[in-house]
């Protein structure tokens, strides 16, 4: 089992910056891969960004150029630096842990809101 545990999200203003983490624990050697989902109201769950192991890293046409996502493996933490955000942005963001055998962990969700 991995635990993932996500903070950081909150409300901000157009054109603001946020900082979202994710700590993960349990069997962390399983992982393959890492990354930031987000599910506005109404809509379904969509992909914002990943990273593997190697460091690759993968983004939704929609956030390139202003997301960044990287990892602290030393600490067990994913992050998402989100910047220049637009109302757009605003949902329930969660973090996934993609593992072994295809199983994929998911965390509680953190609020985005971004609005004046």
């Known amino acids: 089992q991995v635990q993932l545990v996500e903070s950081g999200g909150g409300l901000v203003q157009p054109g603001g910056s946020l900082r979202l983490s994710c700590v993960a624990s349990g069997v962390i050697f399983t992982i393959d891969s890492m990354g930031w989902y987000r599910q506005a109201p109404g809509k379904e769950r969509e992909l914002v960004a990943t990273i593997t192991r190697s460091g690759s890293t993968n983004y939704a046409d929609s956030v390139k150029g202003r997301f960044a996502i990287s990892a602290d493996n030393a600490k067990n933490t994913l992050y998402l630096q989100m910047n220049s955000l637009k109302p757009e942005d605003t949902a329930v963001y969660y973090c996934?842990?993609?593992?072994?055998?295809?199983?994929?962990?998911w965390g509680q969700g953190t609020q985005v809101t971004v609005s004046s």
């Open positions: 996934n842990a993609h593992a072994v055998r295809a199983i994929d962990y």
